[in-house]
């Protein structure tokens, strides 16, 4: 099996692949709330897995930011508050209540 980036795999919103990479969210991808789940593994930027591991990874993720209170106002202030697009903004997509909205055509 190949060891994958689990952040870039599934697209997480707060990971960032360009410029100086990893998690804008935590301070070091070892915080990460998908931690620990069986077989991903964390470091300073972001966490590893055998690629079998993504879509459950995936799946658990997107439910976290659903649930976030903290994530939710950053898309509030984001799409509703003037100036705020500039400030905040989600590398890869952002996950709603109800629909996934991908970003820079991934």
């Known amino acids: ?3 994958i980036n689990v952040c870039e795999e599934i697209a997480c919103p707060y990971y960032k692949s360009f410029g ?3 998690c804008t969210f935590y ?3 070892a915080l990460c709330h998908l931690l620990p789940r069986r077989g991903v593994m964390g470091s300073e930027y972001f966490l590893s897995a055998d690629a079998i591991y993504a879509p459950k990874v995936k799946r658990e993720n997107e439910e976290f930011f659903v649930n976030n209170e903290l994530y939710q106002q950053h898309i509030h202030l984001q799409q509703n508050v003037e ?3 500039d400030v905040m903004k ?3 997509r952002i996950i709603e209540l109800d629909r996934i909205i991908e970003l820079d055509g991934k």
């Open 1 to 3: 099996m190949s060891v």
């Open 20 to 22: 100086s990479p990893g």
């Open 27 to 29: 301070p070091s991808a």
């Open 83 to 85: 100036g705020w697009k």
């Open 90 to 92: 989600f590398p890869n």
